[in-house]
């Protein structure tokens, strides 16, 4: 059971280039979500998506995108790469929201380095 | 604004001891309380969990407590083991919002 994956593991862009991370479930869950990590700042919410077909805007949305492919998948888009944005990404699942009394599974993270 | 706040970055105890952890937050909001545990190149995986209904949840060697008047919640360890080394992370949501602290570095030495 794989759970979370997320792929690539490692990424260099330079300062203007776009990418797709990507991000597969395969616990059925209906909840997926984008966090970054930066040192001293926890994880942040980028996007989420409450089921399939829908996607919210989530504390840090600016310079993303994201896509709910399908209920397995979700995609998180940089369009511009900018070096405020080298950080570590997770994506999460969960069965429904984390705030209707069930956890979130993460990822390994991709580590996302912009020169 | 940080929502969630861990003010300890750090926190040493001995093998057999407890841990003490110890998370703030600031939004009424949230109803839904976590903690992670991560360690180094791996994503957060679930530790425990309370809703605000609760004031206290146990799972074996680790117990949340909630404190709503004050909006602080803690996690005990106990006793403390080597493996418990980690980073913890104190999570609160509200439906699908769910915001984290800073971490706190648990390092225990046997």
């Known amino acids: 059971n794989a759970g979370v994956t997320q792929t690539p593991k490692f990424q260099v862009l330079k300062t203007g280039q776009s990418m797709t991370l990507q991000c597969a479930q395969d616990?059925?869950?209906?909840?997926m979500y984008w966090y970054r990590q930066d040192p001293g700042m926890g994880l942040r919410l980028i996007y989420y998506?409450?089921?399939?077909?829908?996607?919210d805007k989530g504390e840090v949305p600016n310079g993303y995108n994201v896509s709910r492919l399908n209920k397995r998948e979700f995609s998180l888009r940089l369009e511009s790469a900018a070096p405020s944005q080298t950080s570590v990404y997770f994506c999460a699942s969960s069965e429904q929201g984390a705030g209707l009394n069930t956890e979130a599974f993460f990822g390994q993270g991709t580590r996302l380095t912009v020169v | 604004d940080q929502q969630v706040k861990q003010n300890s970055p750090s926190l040493s105890v001995q093998e057999g001891r407890i841990s003490i952890l110890n998370c703030d937050y600031t939004n009424s909001m949230f109803d839904y309380f976590l903690w992670y545990k991560k360690y180094p190149a791996e994503g957060p995986t679930f530790l425990i969990s309370?809703?605000?209904?609760?004031d206290k949840n146990e799972d074996g060697r680790f117990t949340v407590f909630l404190n709503k008047s004050a909006k602080h919640l803690s996690l005990h360890i106990v006793p403390s083991q080597p493996g418990d080394s980690a980073v913890y992370f104190c999570?609160?949501?509200?439906?699908?919002?769910?915001?984290f602290g800073a971490g706190t570095r648990l390092t225990v030495k046997p």
């Open positions: 998506s409450a089921s399939e077909g829908t996607t």
């Open positions: 309370i809703s605000s209904i609760k």
């Open positions: 616990m059925n869950h209906n909840s």
């Open positions: 999570a609160a949501s509200a439906w699908y919002d769910m915001r």
